[in-house]
């Protein structure tokens, strides 16, 4: 799989969710540039050196994010504010993105993986 899978995957949304998605995309390219883009589990994923980055997906009412193995861990005040599944995250499609905090994750998360090397 390639990012041509997950251009498909994105074409699947309009309006402010795919711009959500989009920006999400592109923060995690200008934070980790060398990281690579797939589909996996239905989500879009992000490895890093080999190792789970992050992953997204669009689901009815929110956009789920999952930064496992320890990023949920390391971030659990922070995601107290949000509903919570098995290692994931749920951000509203109706409150604005916390821009602010998937950086935050997606730079802890490189952090984790560059030291585990």
Do not use: W
């Amino acid at each position: 799989m390639n990012s041509n899978d997950v251009d498909e995957y994105l074409a699947r949304f309009g309006g402010e969710t795919r711009e959500r998605l989009d920006y999400m995309r592109r923060l995690i390219h200008e934070q980790v540039p060398d990281a690579v883009e797939s589909l996996a589990y239905g989500l879009v994923a992000y490895k890093y050196k080999k190792k789970p980055l992050v992953y997204f997906g669009v689901f009815k009412t929110h956009i789920g994010f999952y930064a496992t193995p320890n990023g949920h861990e390391a971030f659990a005040k922070d995601f107290s504010a949000y509903k919570q599944g098995k290692g994931s995250v749920q951000f509203p499609l109706d409150q604005p993105l916390p821009i602010e905090l998937i950086c935050r994750v997606v730079e802890h998360r490189r952090r984790t993986i560059d030291t585990t090397q």
